[in-house]
Nanobody
Framework: QVQLEESGGGSVHAGGSLRLSCTAS????????IGWFRQGAGKEREAVAV???????SYADSVKGRFTVSQDNANNILYLQMNSLAPNDTAMYYC??????????????????WGQGTQVTVSS
């Protein structure tokens, strides 16, 4: 079992930045692939960014060039640096983990472990 806990959400104005953190505990050796998803009001949950155990990231087109995913393997922490935030980035952001390979092609249904989410609100 893997436990995931997100933090760092909040409210910012358009153009602002936030950094989300996800702390993993438990059987963290299962985290061959870990990443961030988001779900806006009335929308489906979508992948934002994932990163594999070698540190190779993959991003949704909508966030490329603005968001950066990284991990501190020593402390089992996953980060999402979000810059140039826009109102359509408003969503609940979730951390999730899977051992699916390759990580960049992991379907949402294969992510077995999820955090409770942290809310990001971007105002215009």
């Amino acid at each position: 079992q893997v436990q995931l806990e997100e933090s760092g959400g909040g409210s910012v104005h358009a153009g602002g930045s936030l950094r989300l953190s996800c702390t993993a505990s438990g059987d963290t050796y299962d985290n061959d692939c870990i990443g961030w998803f988001r779900q806006g009001a009335g929308k489906e949950r979508e992948a934002v960014a994932v990163i594999d155990s070698d540190g190779n990231p993959s991003y949704a087109d909508s966030v490329k060039g603005r968001f950066t995913v990284s991990q501190d393997n020593a402390n089992n922490i996953l980060y999402l640096q979000m810059n140039s935030l826009a109102p359509n980035d408003t969503a609940m952001y979730y951390c999730a983990a899977t051992n699916f390979f390759p990580c960049a092609r992991a379907p949402r249904s294969d992510f077995a472990y999820w955090g409770q989410g942290t809310q990001v609100t971007v105002s215009s």
